[in-house]
């Protein structure tokens, strides 16, 4: 039996890029459809959240001249690029999705509706979630906590290169600590960077717990589902 039936995953763009240093290691890529589909199988129903930060990312560029509002809507177009790439890789191997716009872009992808996601998650679809929030000054993470809100998850998967939260950057100190379990109240305290302050507000005021966990292990995301002590936990 599942504990988690229904969850919203949360990817970054950079992690799609590999060992390639930008834009998407086709490598990558098939992994997470392979751990998405078993997860499937499972009976898990799944919305997913990706980044473009592998080939955009609005912030960087306003620091370097850019118009911040027009930098943002080049990231939620990266976005695009990357959930399309997903759902194509989701398709090859027979996992049937479809691709949810925050801005009206069809035919690339279907403007986002409440009500076409939960008819399409009860036909076993997986929703991928593209254009953020369809508006500027917004991360993907907070696109995640709304959406993950909106389907009614039962938990905010945030998959990493890392197996958890730690007291510091792991792959910077190999002195930090890892911790298995946190309240939101603790991870306030402890000023540790989870998400963004918007979207880590939004899942404690919605009581939505958030699992961070390494996406690069195969078979983490099909342990979490089954309620296998996976990562690190943050919840009310």
């Known amino acids: 039996m599942l504990k988690y039936k229904r969850i919203l995953l949360k990817l970054s763009g950079e992690s799609l890029q590999g060992k390639e240093g930008h834009g998407i ?3 990558v890529l098939n992994t997470y459809a392979l751990q998405i589909k078993d ?13 473009g930060g592998n080939i955009y990312r609005g912030l960087k560029g306003a620091s370097q001249g850019y118009d911040r509002v027009k930098g943002d809507y080049m990231g939620m177009l990266a976005t695009v690029i990357n959930a399309l790439a997903l759902q194509s890789a989701l398709e090859c191997i027979g996992v049937r999705s479809r691709v949810m716009t925050a801005i009206a872009m069809e035919p690339i992808g279907e403007a986002y509706s409440k009500i076409r996601m939960e008819h399409s998650l009860s036909q076993k679809e997986v929703i991928i979630f593209a254009a953020g929030t369809g508006n500027p000054f917004f991360t993907t993470d907070t696109a995640a906590a709304l959406r993950a809100i909106e389907m009614g998850a039962d938990v905010l998967l945030k998959g990493t290169r890392v197996d958890g939260i730690y007291t510091t950057d792991p792959e910077k100190d190999s002195s930090a600590v890892k911790y298995d379990k946190l309240t939101f109240q603790e991870a306030y305290e402890k000023k540790l960077q989870i998400m963004d302050l918007t979207s880590f507000t939004m899942c404690n005021e919605n009581k939505l717990p958030i699992i961070v966990f390494n996406i690069n292990k195969a078979d983490n995301l099909q342990q979490i589902v089954l309620g296998g002590k996976v990562g690190t936990i943050v919840k009310p």
Do not use: K, S
């Open 25 to 27: 290691d086709p490598t």
């Open 39 to 51: 997860a499937v199988e499972l009976g898990a129903e799944i919305g997913i959240v990706i980044g």
